[in-house]
């Protein structure tokens, strides 16, 4: 009983902060800036542009899973990024090479303008985010997307050798919450 109390205390001062801050900015609080979101956006809506940017994808998050691991804080994770752009765009033109592509891949962090997605039991808001783009060729095709700070796709499995993709925010609230 006394940790059921002492849960919803806590939960009812967590409450009064954010309703605090919302008041001190209008109510209008900026939750985007708490998150680094990924796109990989293909050359095209073709059946091939499509299937080689799932390939890119997952050699991206194959090779920044290990890059991130760790990572607590989205400045860090951007600054790791940042310092990681040609190797990314490396991984990016390496693959759309072994698949017969040869329009490559130019990757940046930027700040966007995006509408309101669900990923999973999370959504998103419209509005400006730090971002990772990823585009292939013209980049004019529909993209693959999710964050990156929380780490929603960057999770190793065992020793790191197998990237899971999974949403750390759905398991701390089952954990919790049962």
Request: aromatic share 10%; proline share 2%.
């Amino acid at each position: 009983m006394k940790k059921v109390f002492i849960l919803i205390a806590a939960l009812a001062a967590l409450l009064i902060v954010i309703n605090v801050f919302a008041a001190e900015d209008g109510g209008k609080q900026d939750v985007n800036a708490d998150y680094l979101r990924i796109h990989i956006r293909a050359n095209s809506n073709c059946d091939a542009d499509q299937n080689v940017k799932y390939k890119v994808k997952a050699a991206v998050v194959e090779a920044l899973t290990p890059l991130l691991s760790g990572v607590s804080s989205k400045e860090k994770a951007m600054e790791i990024i940042s310092e990681n752009l040609a190797l990314i765009d490396e991984v990016s033109d390496g693959v759309l090479r072994e698949n017969g592509f040869y329009y490559g891949a130019q990757s940046r962090l930027c700040e966007e303008d995006f509408p309101t997605r669900t990923y999973g039991a999370l959504t998103l808001e419209s509005g400006i985010y730090d971002a990772l783009i990823v585009d292939l060729g013209s980049g004019e095709g529909d993209n693959w997307w999710c964050v990156v700070f929380p780490p929603l796709c960057f999770v190793a499995d065992g020793e790191g050798e197998k990237v899971t993709y999974k949403s750390l925010i759905v398991e701390w609230f089952e954990k919790l919450f049962g």
